[in-house]
């Protein structure tokens, strides 16, 4: 049962945050990179009468970072002015995140338990509507995140799964991900496994693990790095592309990388696939499939749509049209215009069976 709730999927804390964030402070613990960070970023979107406030407590050495003495001459008493950071002389909602919360000193955060617990700065309240929550690592990660009692029960626990490769790859064709990366990652969804899954870090020789020193690894926020390094890939050459790319994911995540790379060199382009969709050259290998699928996904527009299905079609498996079919049906900014267009909706609705539509 205890494993039945380990984690919460990040839609579901999203509209958490949303909901009770204003009465209650959550602390979101979860995995190395994978995107506990960008949680702000949600919340900034579905909030845009908030104003975000992002406060990296590992930047935090005292809590005069904080405040700062000031005295009133005419009630002869001294008091504490907040940073202006924390928006209390605006009068407007906020969105407050403390990220990094436990890597923190004990002092800055005891500093913090009245904005976390009673939504104030010393005696002045946040706007009613603003919204306080706290990010950290897994304590089984081992990379000194460590709160006390006391300050646990001020908040409220949740553990945030890590993204999905299919939501990592929707992410991606939303942020101008490298096409290989994306079908690298299809290939090899192993590459965002939880540490917590395997026993014997051997195992799994892409990912983070505690019982093992990895100078680099994969996480979700390295591939996206890996991303930016793939786009470059052409000017700065592939040695340099295969050294960056080991100090980013691991050598071994970023040889397989750069294998799957020379497989995408010997793909029809994208002129050829729209100029003679009947004829353009099929891969017979999956993997060069797929990849061809996380290509298009990138350039295909309302003009060329109905090429594309037309080559995609011609595929003799149909992994990767079911994969074409969901992550199109998940771009926000092209699925308007294919959900008119009878080429896609013939395509979608034969093949969304294949994920669950």
Not at 156 to 164: E, G, L, S
Not at 220 to 225: A, E, I, L, W, Y
């Amino acid at each position: 049962m205890q494993d039945l709730y380990r984690n919460i999927k990040r839609a579901d804390l999203v509209k958490s945050l949303i909901t009770l964030g204003n009465e209650i402070s959550f602390l979101v613990e979860g995995h190395i990179g994978s995107s506990k960070s960008s949680l702000i970023n949600d919340l900034s979107a579905a909030l845009p009468t908030h104003t975000p406030v992002y406060i990296d407590m590992t930047c935090i050495a005292d809590s005069g970072d904080f405040q700062l003495p000031a005295l009133d001459h005419e009630n002869q008493v001294s008091k504490f002015y907040p940073n202006e950071t924390f928006g209390l002389h605006t009068g407007k909602p906020m969105i407050i995140m403390f990220d990094e919360l436990g890597k923190t000193s004990q002092s800055v955060i005891n500093a913090v338990l009245p904005a976390l617990n009673e939504r104030r700065w010393g005696n002045r309240h946040f706007h009613p509507d603003t919204i306080v929550f706290a990010t950290t690592n897994l304590g089984s990660e081992r990379v000194d995140d460590i709160l006390k009692p006391h300050v646990v029960n001020r908040i409220t626990r949740v553990r945030m799964a890590k993204p999905t490769t299919q939501e990592y790859i929707a992410y991606g064709q939303q942020h101008n991900s490298h096409p290989v990366v994306d079908a690298w990652v299809d290939r090899n969804p192993q590459c965002f496994a939880s540490f917590e899954d395997v026993s014997d870090p051997a195992e799994n020789e892409y990912i983070y693990h505690p019982k093992m020193h990895r100078a680099a690894f994969v996480t979700h926020r390295s591939m996206t790095r890996a991303s930016v390094i793939m786009h470059k890939r052409e000017v700065i050459g592939d040695d340099a592309a295969t050294h960056m790319l080991c100090g980013t994911i691991g050598a071994p995540a970023a040889l397989s990388l750069m294998t799957f790379a020379t497989l995408a060199d010997q793909l029809p382009t994208r002129q050829e696939i729209i100029a003679n969709p009947d004829a353009a050259q099929i891969p017979d290998s999956p993997a060069a499939l797929v990849l061809l699928v996380c290509q298009a996904l990138h350039w295909v527009e309302k003009d060329t749509l109905g090429s594309w299905i037309k080559y995609l079609n011609r595929f003799p498996v149909n992994e990767p049209k079911a994969l074409f079919a969901l992550q199109l049906t998940h771009n926000k900014g092209k699925i308007g215009w294919a959900s008119k267009t009878k080429a896609f909706t013939d395509f979608n609705r034969h093949y969304a069976h294949l994920y669950g539509a």
